[in-house]
Antibody, heavy 120, light 107 residues
Framework: QVQLQESGPGLVKPSETLSLTCVVS?????????WSWVRQSPGKGLEWLGE???????NYNPSLESRLTMSVDTSKKQISLYLTSVTDADTAVYYC?????????????WGQGTMVTVSS | DIQMTQSPSALSVSVGDTVTITCQAS??????VNWYQQKPGKAPKLLIY???SLETGVPSRFSGSGSGTQFTFIISGLQPEDLATYFC?????????FGQGTRLDFK
C-alpha cells in the first residue's frame, strides 16, 4: 500500500510563495497513476488544485492556474506544489493524493494533510 | 465547471438505519462519480468509484448508483463507525469538483 506524506511551512505571509512537498513511500511513483493536490478549507470544502503524471503531463484548476506550479522528482519519489501570491483565502489543509490506475481521478491513497495558514 | 449539488447537508441517524445521499451534477458526468468518507482530522477515504464500483476492502453495506446527472450513495445498516462526512466527486471533466458534503450525526 503506497503511503504519502506532505510537508510544508505551516505559516506563510501574504503575497509570498507557498511550497509543499509530498513524498511517496512504500510504493513507486513511476507508475501509471496521476498524482493530485487537493485542499480543504471550512469556507470552500474540498477543492482540487491540479494533477501531474510522472512522465510529464500536468493539469491545473483554471481558478489557480496563473499562480500554481506542480513538479515531480522521480529519483526522490517526491511531488511538489508551488503557489504564488498567497492570500488568506489559501489557508487550508493541503493533501496529496494518488489516482487509481483504472479510474485516474478516483483518489485511493491520500497523505495525512498539512495545514497551511496565510497570515502576517 | 461541473457543479455537484449534494443533499442533504446533514442527517441525524441511528445504528441500523439505511442512509441515502444524493448528488446532482450540473452537466452529464457519465458514470465518473466517486464517493468518499471523511472523519474529523483525517483525509478522505475512497469508498465507491465510477458510480457503483466498491473500492477494495470497503464493506458491502456501502453502495452507489446513477449515471448522467443523478447519483445516489447508500449505507445499508449504519454502523457506529460510519459516523462521518461523505462527499461525492465528479471526474468526467476538469476541473475535478466535489459536493459540499453530508455530515452524519447520531440522533
Amino acid at each position: 500500500q503506497v503511503q504519502l506524506q506532505e510537508s510544508g511551512p505551516g505559516l506563510v505571509k501574504p503575497s509570498e510563495t507557498l511550497s509543499l512537498t509530498c513524498v511517496v513511500s512504500s510504493g513507486s511513483i513511476r507508475t501509471n497513476n496521476w498524482w493530485s493536490w487537493v485542499r480543504q478549507s471550512p469556507g470552500k470544502g474540498l477543492e482540487w488544485l491540479g494533477e501531474i503524471y510522472p512522465h510529464g503531463s500536468v493539469n491545473y484548476n483554471p481558478s489557480l492556474e496563473s499562480r500554481l506550479t506542480m513538479s515531480v522528482d522521480t529519483s526522490k519519489k517526491q511531488i511538489s506544489l508551488y503557489l504564488t501570491s498567497v492570500t488568506d483565502a489559501d489557508t487550508a489543509v493541503y493533501y496529496c493524493a494518488r489516482g487509481k490506475t483504472v479510474s485516474p481521478n478516483a483518489f485511493d491513497s491520500w497523505g495525512q494533510g498539512t495545514m497551511v495558514t496565510v497570515s502576517s | 465547471d461541473i457543479q455537484m449539488t449534494q443533499s442533504p447537508s446533514a442527517l441525524s441517524v441511528s445504528v441500523g438505519d439505511t442512509v441515502t445521499i444524493t448528488c446532482q451534477a450540473s452537466q452529464d458526468s457519465k458514470n465518473y462519480v466517486n464517493w468518499y468518507q471523511q472523519k474529523p482530522g483525517k483525509a478522505p477515504k475512497l469508498l465507491i468509484y465510477d458510480a457503483s464500483s466498491l473500492e477494495t476492502g470497503v464493506p458491502s453495506r456501502f453502495s452507489g448508483s446513477g449515471s448522467g446527472t443523478q447519483f445516489t450513495f447508500i449505507i445499508s445498516g449504519l454502523q457506529p463507525e460510519d459516523l462521518a462526512t461523505y462527499f461525492c466527486q465528479q471526474t468526467n471533466d476538469l476541473p475535478i469538483t466535489f459536493g459540499q458534503g453530508t455530515r452524519l450525526d447520531f440522533k
